[in-house]
C-alpha cells in the first residue's frame, strides 16, 4: 500500500512538472557502477545499474526520479562459536527521486553539482523473506557534455535504508551518458 502511494504521488508530482515546464530542458540517462557497503559487516560490494530522467526547473534545479537495481556480494561470515559460514548478499531495488543542486545550465562544459533524495527500496535474500522501507540519499556528482544534446556523468551517493529492524548503508558509485532534449 505504501509503494503504491509513493509511486502515485511521484507520478502526479512529476506530471505537474512536466506540464508546467513543457518547453524547459529534460533528460533521459542510464548509468552503471559499484555498490559498497559501509555498515554491514555481512557483504561485500557489488554491481549496479539503473535508469533516471531530470527535469531542470532553473538553471541551478534540477529534479531527478530514478529507478536502479543493486547487488550486495556474499560473504562469509564467523558467528559467536569461532565457525564460518557464507552469509548470501542479496540484492535491492529502489525508485525515488532526488533533488540536483548546482551548474546545471549551459555555462561551460563540466558542470558540478550536488544531490539530496528520498526513495523507496527493497531488499531481498534467499530464503529470507523480503523487507522494505524508505531511504535517503545525498552526495556530489559532475557531468562534461562533449555536445551540447550528450552528457557523460560520474557521481558517488551515500545511500541509507531502513530496512525491518535494522538498515543498509552504502556508497554508490557510478557512471553513465544523459541525453538532454530541448534549449536551454
Avoid at 531530470?54 to 541551478?60: G, S, W
Avoid at 539530496?116 to 531511504?135: A, F, H, P, Q
Amino acid at each position: 500500500m505504501k509503494k503504491s502511494i509513493l509511486v502515485l504521488g511521484v507520478i502526479l508530482f512529476l506530471s505537474m512538472m512536466v506540464s508546467s515546464a513543457s518547453a524547459a530542458r529534460f533528460s533521459i540517462g542510464g548509468f552503471a557502477g559499484l555498490n559498497l557497503p559501509l555498515a554491514q559487516q555481512d557483504a561485500k560490494s557489488g554491481a549496479l545499474f539503473g535508469a533516471k530522467g531530470r527535469i531542470l526547473i532553473l538553471p541551478f534545479l534540477g529534479l531527478e526520479p530514478n529507478f536502479f537495481f543493486a547487488q550486495y556480494g556474499g560473504k562469509d561470515v564467523d558467528d559467536v562459536r569461532g565457525k564460518s559460514f557464507a552469509q548470501e548478499g542479496g540484492d535491492i531495488t529502489s525508485f525515488g527521486a532526488d533533488v540536483v543542486l548546482g551548474s546545471l545550465s549551459a555555462m561551460g562544459k563540466i558542470k558540478v553539482y550536488g544531490l539530496v533524495g528520498v526513495n523507496y527500496n527493497t531488499y531481498k535474500r534467499e530464503k529470507l523473506e523480503d523487507e522494505s522501507g524508505l531511504g535517503v540519499a545525498f552526495g556530489p556528482g559532475f557531468e562534461f557534455f562533449p555536445t551540447e544534446m550528450l552528457s557523460l556523468e560520474i557521481r558517488a551517493k551515500y545511500h541509507a535504508i531502513k530496512v525491518g529492524d535494522g538498515g543498509r548503508v552504502h556508497l554508490e558509485v557510478s557512471g553513465g551518458l544523459n541525453y538532454y532534449f530541448g534549449s536551454e
